[in-house]
């Protein structure tokens, strides 16, 4: 198909409410514009013409929606991406953080778990990796247990060296994984202390009490009432004083809870919950 196929509004809700009453996964709260064109492409890559085609593939099993899943939500990730968070959660959170007997972090939307790692690795150079557990979750089971396995290619990470360097790193990125064949296995150390679990954003609850939720470039997908509902889950699963990390193109500046916070770092995104 050269042309991506046309979804008008009638359509693309009856896709979503049939996703939903199949599956349980409510995506209409995403960014309309963002998530159609996402559908759209991966009809078009599997050859469908209608949208009942791909109601009839998705029906089929478990199996078919993981792929559908995978490919319609966002999992563009590397480790240590935006150098500069890095560097500055080093330099402006984790002294605090340092101070707690014990930490808990929510790395949300984890995808396959390069900022897992980066977060592992930072805390285990600052000393508190020992006393933090990361909860990494995403909608995505695939993604999930690739992020378990902690297994890249050789091939990305010179450049995710750079971006550790560029972190402010201590050390050499090679030291917390070890080669095999062509791939990168990340050290057992680093998993050591990660929780990882599937969690719906748009239907899930908090489960925990954090000092640290991550939630990095996920918002934009949303609808702005589905922000404020998320953002809202976030100010609930951190008491004062706990940190909120949001995306460089996401804010706390326009939603009714910003009062709650105050702003830490803003180029960086990062907020502390002061009421």
């Not at 009839?56 to 990730?77: A, G, K, M, P, S």
């Amino acid at each position: 198909m050269s042309a991506l196929l046309e979804l008008d509004d009638d359509e693309y809700l009856d896709l979503l409410l049939f996703i939903k009453g199949m599956y349980g996964f409510d995506f209409t709260l995403y960014s309309i514009a963002s998530f159609q064109r996402r559908i759209r492409r991966y009809m078009a890559n599997m050859k469908m013409s209608a949208v009942e085609e791909l109601k009839r593939y998705l029906e089929i099993d478990q199996f078919h929606f993981n792929n559908f899943l995978l490919e319609i939500t966002v999992n563009v990730t590397e480790m240590f991406r935006d150098p500069g968070f890095f560097k500055e959660l080093r330099a402006k959170v984790i002294p605090q953080l340092d101070t707690y007997p014990h930490v808990r972090v929510w790395d949300a939307g984890c995808s396959t778990g390069e900022e897992v790692y980066s977060l592992a690795i930072l805390f285990k150079e600052e000393g508190i990796l020992k006393k933090t557990r990361i909860y990494a979750t995403d909608i995505n089971q695939k993604v999930i247990n690739e992020a378990a396995e902690g297994i890249y290619p050789l091939s990305v990470m010179k450049d995710y060296s750079k971006n550790y360097i560029n972190a402010g790193g201590h050390t050499s990125l090679s030291d917390y994984y070890f080669a095999r064949y062509n791939n990168a296995i990340m050290n057992e150390q680093l998993k050591a202390n990660v929780i990882y679990s599937t969690h719906n954003l748009v239907s899930d609850a908090s489960f925990n009490e954090f000092n640290l939720i991550v939630c990095r470039n996920v918002l934009i997908y949303f609808q702005r009432d589905l922000q404020e509902k998320v953002i809202g889950m976030f100010l609930d699963s951190l008491p004062v004083f706990g940190y909120l990390v949001l995306g460089n193109k996401e804010s706390l500046s326009t939603s009714r809870y910003r009062k709650n916070f105050e702003v830490i770092d803003s180029k960086e995104k990062i907020y502390r919950r002061i009421s």
